[in-house]
């Protein structure tokens, strides 16, 4: 009997304790919402962005080295590769390759495993793509031009590198193409894709061309032709601002995609080839993650490419620990009866945990609404902030609508220390030591600011951790005047102890009834706070650094 029990509880998921290698430290859920796809796509390769708002840099090796992907079964490694990790600023992007992303599946997941000093890297680019991809360029590192996949293909040409980009880096170009030298086109089926943030229009664009098949862009419209059939054409490119364009033939049939959505379709005939792929020749703007495939990519894997590798994609989402469970007890109530035999210091303890109860959801409706104002408000300002070019500082005139913003707010600070060192009439030109007293003064409003989105949170600590031990300190004593009751009155029956003794466990019911609803809200609001938090940080230097750039020495 004691060998079944053992094997039984041995067959029970451990959710506590990692079941892939313990020579792993930590771990950290990254769930997968494929709703925008309708129906399932196999070998998909995902871009994980980490930060300090969703990953432990400091658990992690300088160099994510230690970093390994695990399917939902907790058991089968995921090829992966890192494009990007910087340890010291806390950034990173790490491709994976997800054998099957199905939209009917609500619980797909898998694993980010870190802190193993000893682990060496697995990271393998060339592993990490399907059969039928021909080459895929991040443009990042020294291996600017350099294709990443088994094919290793290169690129010629001249372009520049644009360190902050979509998906780490990305290359810039200026009306010069890059060529891969006899690129071989099947007749089954081709897919280009890439993700570009054009300059302003118009510009007359090959986005690329091999022979007689050539994608254009006609004012701000795209143009696919090939030999002397009708073009195929469609869609709207947007001037400074990340898009994801693709291409599809295969069958007699082309597609064009905008954001994963079908701009343009048409008869197209598609010949076998192998000569000069020519890439962005006249093109002025920034290009990342550019995608070759011997087959027509689906519809739903461009959806997927979209919400997986777009900055604001939704497809990817790592929590900072496991999933609880949910359940519910039910059974007769007998409130009735409890009341009726709730002691007085029983009810005492009741009413003040009715007050930390209402004060607590006060705290928690309050704080919530604030916190939902802030976001708002930080989303809106920061659009507004990261769109504008030289006239970044003129966004603080005429402007009521980031009132709820905390980023904002530091804007301001640091807008009132720059106009204490701004000169009528002279251009402003700030040296070093103005701006590191500029990014003084902004730090000490995202200290207040901080101190401000904080605030009253300890009331929740305290209803979450008070409100157990007042309910026990009411359970305790209504048990000892029942038993006291019921020595001197001499009667023993259970008739006369049940009452008291269930009345005097309502207590510590109450308790728990304050302290669980404001632990989940605690824990709610803490991680919406922590994200604010590095959003602010995160905007600290990049105001900083955008000064500095613009009006510095």
């Known amino acids: 009997m004691k060998r079944l029990i053992i094997g039984l509880l041995s067959l029970l998921p451990l959710t506590a304790q990692a079941e892939w290698n313990e020579a792993w430290t930590a771990r950290s859920k990254v769930t997968v919402d494929a709703s925008v796809a309708s129906a399932a796509v196999e070998n998909v390769p995902v871009a994980l962005r980490l930060h300090s708002g969703n990953f432990s840099f400091l658990d992690a090796k300088p160099d994510g080295s230690d970093l390994r992907f695990v399917a939902a079964d907790d058991k089968t490694e995921l090829k992966y590769h890192i494009e990007k990790f910087d340890g010291l600023n806390e950034l990173a992007v790490v491709w994976v390759m997800l054998p099957k992303v199905d939209p009917k599946d609500k619980d797909a997941h898998f694993w980010i495993y870190h802190g193993n000093e000893n682990a060496p890297s697995t990271s393998d680019a060339k592993a990490g793509w399907d059969p039928s991809t021909l080459a895929a360029f991040h443009f990042s590192g020294q291996a600017l031009l350099q294709d990443v996949t088994a094919n290793a293909l290169a690129a010629t040409g ?273 040296t070093g030591s103005s701006l590191d007293a500029i990014k003084a003064s902004v730090d000490a409003a995202l200290v207040r600011e901080n101190h401000r989105v904080n605030s009253n949170m300890v009331l929740l600590t305290i209803a979450i951790s008070g409100g157990p031990f007042l309910g026990l300190l009411g359970t305790v004593v209504g048990v000892m005047i029942t038993f006291a009751a019921i020595a001197a009155a001499g009667d023993v029956n259970i008739n006369a102890i049940a009452p008291g003794i269930a009345a005097a466990l309502l207590a510590t019911v109450a308790g728990l009834g304050v302290a669980i609803p404001a632990l989940f809200g605690y824990n709610y609001l803490a991680s919406r706070i922590k994200n604010i938090s590095a959003d602010m940080q995160i905007f600290v230097d990049e105001f900083i650094t955008r000064v500095a750039e613009v009006h510095g020495k």
């Open 158 to 430: 001249e372009v520049a590198v644009q360190k902050a980009a979509l998906l780490g880096e990305a290359a810039v170009f200026a009306g010069k193409p890059i060529t891969i030298a006899g690129f071989k086109r099947g007749v089954s089926g081709f897919t280009w894709s890439a993700w570009m943030k054009p300059a302003p229009f118009p510009q007359q664009a090959v986005l690329f061309s091999q022979g007689d098949l050539s994608l254009k862009v006609d004012g701000q419209k795209l143009v696919l032709a090939a030999g002397k059939e009708a073009p195929v054409s469609g869609g709207e490119l947007k001037a400074a601002e990340w898009q994801h364009v693709g291409v599809t033939l295969a069958g007699g049939k082309a597609e064009l995609y905008v954001n994963g959505v079908a701009v343009g379709s048409g008869p197209l005939t598609l010949t076998e080839a192998q000569a000069d792929l020519v890439i962005g020749e006249g093109y002025s703007g920034e290009i990342d993650e550019l995608q070759l495939a011997g087959a027509a990519r689906s519809a739903d894997w461009f959806k997927l490419a979209v919400s997986g590798q777009g900055a604001d994609g939704q497809l990817l989402k790592v929590q900072a620990g496991e999933a609880g469970e949910e359940g519910e007890e039910g059974g007769d109530s007998y409130i009735g009866i409890l009341v009726d035999n709730l002691t007085i210091d029983a009810k005492v303890v009741i009413v003040i945990l009715a007050i930390m109860f209402a004060i607590s959801t006060w705290v928690m409706i309050a704080k919530g609404l604030l916190i939902g104002r802030i976001s708002k408000g930080n989303h809106d300002f920061l659009v507004r902030f990261r769109d504008a070019r030289d006239d970044f500082l003129e966004l603080g005139k005429n402007e009521s609508g980031f009132a709820g913003s905390t980023i904002y707010h530091l804007y301001q600070a640091g807008l009132r220390e720059i106009g204490k060192r701004q000169v009528a009439g002279q251009e402003l030109a700030l």
